[in-house]
Every structure is written in C-alpha cells, then in structure tokens.
C-alpha cells in the first residue's frame, strides 16, 4: 500500500490523537502567527513614527568651545573672563537649510523689552518696576554690571508655527494669525490673550516697547495675532516678569535683532531643521560638516527625543513578540517530538512487521511525516483565522503596558532636579513630561492585520517543526533490524 494512504488511513483510526495533536500545533501556529504579525505591525508603525516626525538638528553656538577660548584669553590678560555669543549669519544658516533631507527650518533670536504704552502681567512678588531693576534679560542683553531692566521676553521667529511652544502645543493661535515668513522686515506682533485682555488689546491695534539694554530703541508693533498659553511658567516666573508666559511676545526675528542692536542685523542665535525622516539625521549632520560653516564656532545637535519616545513602547513590543517566535517555536517542536515520539514507539511492531515484508525506511519515516504535515498544513489554515484577532488584543495591551511603563519613568525623572530633588509644579521637569505624553498619545494602537507574508512564513516554520518532531523519533526506531524489534514486542 502507498505510505501516503497509509498516513491518511492511520490518522483516521486514530482520531483522538491525531486531534490532539491538531490542538497543540494550532495553539503553536497561532502564537507563532501572533508574534510575527505584531512584530510587521511594529515596524510599520516605526516607520511611520520617523517619518511624520521627522526629527530635527539645531545650529547654534557651542558654548562650551567659547567659553574654553575665553579662560585661554583670560589667562593672557588681567580681567575677568566675559563670554561673547557668536551670532550665525544668515548665509551661514541658509546654506545649510539647502542641504538634502530639510523638510523644514526655523530660526530663533530672543531678546528683552520693557513696555512702553502698556501694562504688563505682574508676578505675584514683583508689584512695580523697581522689583524689576535688577533682572537679568534673555538674548543676551546685558547692561552695567550684567543687569538690565526688563518686562518682556521677546522671542524672534521665521514662523511662530516652528517656534518651539506651538509646535509642542503649549500655545496656540486664538484670534488672528501667527508670525509668518513673509513678516520678515516688518514689525508685527503675536501677543498673549491674557496681556491682551489685561489691556483691552486686539488683532489690529499696536503697542510700543522700548529695548532694555538701549531705552533710544524703540519699536512700533502691530498686533496681528493673539495666542493662548498653557504654560505655568518656571518658579523663577514668580519673582521675574520677564519669565512669566503671559509677557512672552513673538515678532518676526528682524524685528528682535533691532532691539539688539546694529550687530545683530542679518543673524540669528540657533536654526532648527526639521528634518524629513529621522534616519537622516546623521547623513544631513555629515553633509553640513562639509560646507563653509565653521563647527569650530557652532554645532549641530540632533534632537529625535519625540521620535525615540513614540516608538520606544513599540519597539520594547517588537522585541517581545520576537521572544514569542522563537520560545514557541522551540517549545513547540519540543512538545511535538515527544508526541510523535511516544506515538510512533507505540508503533513499532507496525513498523517491524512492514520492514519485514519489504518495505523501505524511508518509505516509513514519509509516512510519519506526512501525518504530522498534514496536522501542520491544517493548523496554520486555522492559526490564520483565529490568529489575527489574538494577534490584535495581545499586542495592543501590550503596547498600552509598555506606553504607560514609559510614561511613568519619564515623569518620574523628569520631575527629579539635581541630587534626585522633586522639582516644582509647572517647572521644566513638568514640561519634559507634558511633552512625552504627545508622542504617547499619537500611537496607542498597532494596527494589526495577518499578510500573505506572515502566513508563508508560518507555513516554513511550521513545515520545519512538523519534518524535525517526526523526523528525529523515527530515526531512533528505524535505525533497528526487523527481527529486533518483532522479537522485542511482548
């Protein structure tokens, strides 16, 4: 009779364990199946993580490289050391921005301004000007001793979208338009609905601010757009007005350079590029260290924290359906091998008898493992109906676990200062943590679906495991002489 309906008759007469086996490869295959279909979900979902995200590389001055060549100076001349900011020329920034890779760029000037024709937010223990005297202003801007009087942060911009708070979406646009490329030149402004309101302000109207290191500099500015902040501002905001968020105003970054003054004009303090996927980070880093732009004076720091935060979870995932595969597999085609092993012990006088009249051994072991490849062939067709499903629910608790795990340990070392100290409420560890939780947000499912791929695959695996479990217990028995085996048989 031909092995194959040999095979076929066996599992017929047999049908307990032929279910039985049937159940445990299924199960197999379906974790199998699982594991490869969520680690296919993962990837895609990275991918499209880098690519929307992007990533970015800011150009700004390396403050370490200046304040080094300042103490060699010091030590060649008799007063204190004073660091001096580099600011990037406008060519310099541009040159880069051409490079391959740039989906889009922003620059950035802050600056300091006291207000002229209208009231700012108070902090809460600075109740008039004199409290004020003796801030220290952004951007640089310093007067006699360091100091300088100020109630504004004035933050310079390309195009307020890019600028950092509204791009995380700590402020928003609530009346009006934001700050636009075209503004360049012009002396407009965007200001907050509080400062607004405070001041019975509109889209429209202006206001007058005068530069805190030179009171002869003044600027007219219209307002064409308010915004609305979520931010509580650091501690410091208490005690300075000029760090409260609701006198942060953004104007075209022209418009910040003339409150620095005639050396500013034509430059910027750092260049944020956006870059079209984060895997080109290091190849757009690498191409603007061969241009003209001296990264002795500057340097490019690339920044995929939203990036590695978003796709951190899913990766942590990846790896684990990873681990599934390759423990079932092995596990599986372990539990298979006793299986058949036992099954195939208990059908040695079969086989003694069938070697005695003639037949070949490897006619025997085809048998054996046509039985099980059959089982296997069954168990993968179901595997793929009811795997997907199964797939869907374990990875994305999975994934929730992970997100939710990430979260917690960002929060909880981003709330801890120097020395492992809790900063306060509303400070920068706050804010760190506000923005892990935007990435975590974007993906909070995979999005889980069984490919022809994946079911080729399984298909290989599962061959494989079916050939080996029936291979190797079979070799033990058939390796034995007929007469041996009938005369052993009790």
């Known amino acids: 009779m031909n092995f194959l309906k040999r095979a076929f008759w066996s599992m017929k007469a047999k049908k307990g364990k032929t279910l039985l086996q049937l159940v445990i490869f299924t199960v197999i295959c379906v974790f199998v199946l699982s594991g490869l279909t969520i680690q296919s979900a993962a990837k895609a979902s990275s991918e499209l993580a880098r690519q929307e995200l992007g ?6 001055v390396d ?30 920034a541009e040159s880069i921005a051409a490079l391959d890779h740039v989906k889009s760029y922003n620059y950035s000037v802050s ?89 019975d302000l509109a889209v429209g109207d202006t206001i007058n601010i005068s530069s805190a290191s030179d009171e002869d500099t003044t600027q007219e500015l219209e307002i064409v757009g308010i915004y609305e902040t979520s931010s509580a501002g650091s501690d410091q905001a208490m005690n300075f007005s000029f760090l409260n968020p609701y006198n942060t105003i953004y104007v075209p970054y022209t418009a910040a350079n003339t409150l620095k003054g005639e050396d500013y004009t034509d430059t910027v303090e750092s260049v944020t590029y956006q870059m079209d996927d984060a895997e080109n980070i290091d190849a757009f880093i690498a191409a603007a260290e061969k241009t003209d732009v001296d990264l002795d004076v500057y340097q490019l720091d690339a920044n995929d924290d939203l990036y590695q935060q978003m796709v951190g979870p899913i990766e942590n995932v990846a790896g684990f359906a990873k681990n599934i595969v390759y423990l079932v597999t092995i596990a599986g085609a ?67 676990q992970q997100t939710t795990a990430s979260a917690e340990t960002a929060s909880t070392s981003m709330q801890q200062g120097p020395g492992g100290g809790m900063m306060g409420g509303g400070g920068p560890g706050q804010a760190v943590s506000d923005a892990f939780s935007q990435p975590s947000e974007a993906i909070s499912s995979l999005n889980i679906n069984v490919t022809w791929e994946n079911i080729l695959i399984l298909g290989g695996i599962g061959l494989a495991v079916a050939i080996i479990a029936a291979l190797i217990p079979s070799i033990s028995i058939l390796r034995l002489q007929p007469k041996n085996i009938l005369t052993k048989q009790e």
Do not use: H
């Open 55 to 60: 990533g970015s590389v800011t150009l700004q």
């Open 63 to 92: 403050r370490e490289a200046a304040m080094e060549k300042q103490q060699s100076e010091q030590s060649e001349s008799d007063g204190p050391p004073q660091f001096t900011s580099t600011p990037i020329s406008l060519d310099d």
């Open 111 to 199: 600056a300091s301004a006291n207000a002229e024709d209208f009231d700012i937010i108070e902090s809460s223990t600075s109740t008039d000007s004199s409290d004020t005297e003796n801030e220290q202003a952004p951007g640089g801007d310093q007067g006699r001793g360091g100091m300088v009087q100020a109630d504004l942060t004035i933050n310079g911009t390309l195009t307020s979208d890019e600028a950092d708070s509204f791009s995380d979406g700590e402020a928003e646009i609530v009346d009006g338009r934001g700050i636009e490329e075209s503004d360049a030149g012009s002396n407009v402004a965007v200001i907050e609905q509080t400062l607004a309101e405070e001041n």
């Open 334 to 400: 372990i539990i298979l091998a006793l299986i058949v092993m036992l099954s195939i012990r208990e059908r040695k006088y079969e086989m003694g008898v069938l070697m005695a009249i003639g037949e070949k051994k490897w006619k025997l072991a085809g048998q054996f493992i046509t039985e099980i490849v059959v089982i296997a062939i069954v168990a993968v067709g179901l595997s793929s109906i009811f795997g997907n499903p199964i797939a869907n629910v374990l990875g994305n608790q999975l994934l929730a």
